[in-house]
Nanobody
């Protein structure tokens, strides 16, 4: 099993920045595809950003150019740097780790973008 612990969420004004972190409890972290999802009230959970075992990244159109996903395999941690935040970014953000048929989720961290 993989335990995922998230941190970095909070309240920020439009145009501000936040950095989310997701730390995995297990070794072999480098074998997992890591991703960030978010879910706003009344909406479907959506993929925000992902990073493969090879370091390739992908982003939702709504965040491309503003968000950056990265991973530090030595620290078993994935990050989501969020810049130029908009009210539409308000959601619970979830970390996900996937390998073959296995998928693990973090507890979620609230990000609120408001004046």
């Amino acid at each position: 099993q993989v335990q995922l612990v998230e941190s970095g969420g909070g309240l920020v004004q439009p145009g501000g920045s936040l950095r989310l972190s997701c730390a995995a409890s297990r070794s072999m972290f480098s074998l997992y595809v890591m991703a960030w999802y978010r879910q706003a009230p009344g909406k479907q959970r959506e993929l925000v950003a992902g990073i493969t075992t090879g370091g390739s990244t992908n982003y939702a159109d709504s965040v491309r150019g503003r968000f950056t996903v990265s991973r530090d395999n030595a620290k078993n941690t994935v990050y989501l740097q969020m810049n130029s935040l908009k009210p539409e970014d308000t959601a619970v953000y979830y970390c996900n780790a996937a390998r073959d048929i296995w998928s693990y989720w973090g507890q979620g961290t609230q990000v609120t973008v408001s004046s």
